[in-house]
């Protein structure tokens, strides 16, 4: 675990009032950045175990 890690472990998951509690908006920033990036990667494994197919198209030209 890095330095930066073991700083940032002890912020909990965003809620609405976490200026209440005497979070810095650093510190609320960075849960909040942590949640989205945590969504994103979730989405993305979900779209990676989609099977996309795939489409051939073949063309022929005649010239009569």
Do not use: C
């Not at 976490?18 to 949640?35: F, H, N, V």
């Amino acid at each position: 675990m890095t330095m930066l890690e073991q700083m940032k472990r002890h912020i909990p998951d965003p809620y609405p009032s976490m200026y209440l509690d005497g979070y810095t908006p650093y510190e609320i920033l960075q849960a909040t950045s942590r949640k989205m990036y945590n969504e994103h990667l979730a989405r993305r494994e979900e779209a990676d175990s989609i099977i996309i197919p795939t489409i051939h198209f073949r063309t022929t030209v005649k010239i009569v």
